[in-house]
């Protein structure tokens, strides 16, 4: 439970902060738009290389991957099934989709997650599969579906490509090759991403509470059906799926399966924002998820602590 707080305290903190150097202007005009264009292309792929050079062969690649790949696609199925319901008869275009599906898929496996995963577990290894899937697979698929949503350009090759143009995707294939290859890199060579890579969660969480300044968030408006969807999917449903497919599919059981179904209750990832802000499409949306599946998550967290632990 003190885990849970902490991890929730320190991204509120930073978030704060952020809003503090909108209003008062210090940040100049486009200080948002630089700390996410920085944040994804420089800092967020340093952070991510880093990360995965550094994990455990047997950890990346243990059960719970699959169990992170069925909940995280099970969730996002469940989203676009149902946000035809709650769209008010106005039309979707492809990249709002996409953005919307991975609101109610993608979990913040990092700035909280790996807190959480430290003071309640005591170790990272829970959170690794998560991240691993999550990069390598479940974020190029949607990077490509904003690349051709947004550009208007679709052909094979353009597709094919795709994942070797994004620096974040890139980062992240030649992090698990220096993990699994077993390279040997001098701390030299590691400290620069180590140090780059430090500043792309604060770089996101203050792009993130600068972008609450001169608004209303959770104010209504017409995408506020598909806001409540993907945020109930996030925190209740995913953690669900991830009960079920665990325990009945994949035999996993004990403090195992509750570590599972509590980093499927994480909230919505700021990398949702992140790419909503890079791609220009789906902002309010984005942004409003995002804060309300971490409101939610303290007491979805709390109560699944409570009944598995």
Do not use: C, W
């Not at 609450?212 to 996030?234: C, D, Q, R």
């Not at 790419?275 to 971490?294: I, M, Q």
């Amino acid at each position: 439970m003190g885990g849970v707080l902490t991890g929730f305290g320190i991204i509120a903190v930073v978030i704060f902060a952020g809003y503090l150097l909108a209003r008062s202007g210090a940040a100049g005009p486009q200080g948002q738009f630089v700390l996410n264009r920085v944040a994804f292309f420089v800092a967020t792929p340093a952070l991510l290389f880093y990360t995965l050079a550094h994990a455990e062969i047997a950890t990346m690649f243990s059960s719970r991957l699959p169990l992170a790949a069925l909940s995280a696609f099970g969730a996002a199925a469940i989203y676009l099934l149902l946000s035809p319901l709650v769209r008010r008869g106005r039309t979707r275009t492809t990249p709002e989709l996409a953005l919307g599906a991975l609101g109610a898929s993608l979990l913040n496996a990092n700035n909280i997650g790996l807190p959480v995963a430290l003071y309640v577990f005591g170790n990272y290894a829970e959170v690794v599969p998560v991240l691993l899937f999550q990069l390598l697979i479940l974020n190029p698929i949607i990077l490509i579906v904003l690349d051709l949503g947004t550009s208007g350009k679709v052909t094979l090759g353009r597709v094919l490509s795709q994942p070797f143009r994004n620096p974040m995707v890139i980062a992240s294939m030649l992090g698990v090759l220096v993990a699994v290859s077993g390279i040997k890199i001098p701390d030299a060579v590691y400290e620069p991403f180590h140090i780059i890579g430090g500043a792309a969660i604060p770089m996101i969480l203050i792009a993130f509470g600068m972008s609450l300044h001169g608004s209303k968030p959770l104010a209504g408006g017409e995408h506020t059906g598909e806001i409540i969807l993907a945020s109930l999917i996030k925190v209740a449903v995913m953690p669900a799926l991830a009960l079920g497919i665990g325990s009945l599919v994949l035999g996993i059981e004990g403090p195992e399966l509750a570590a599972a179904v509590m980093i499927a209750a994480l909230p919505t990832a700021q990398n949702v924002y992140n790419f909503a802000s890079r791609y220009n499409v789906g902002l309010v949306a984005a942004r409003d998820t995002v804060l309300l599946t971490t409101v939610l998550a303290v007491p979805a967290l709390s109560l699944i602590a409570a009944l598995m632990m």
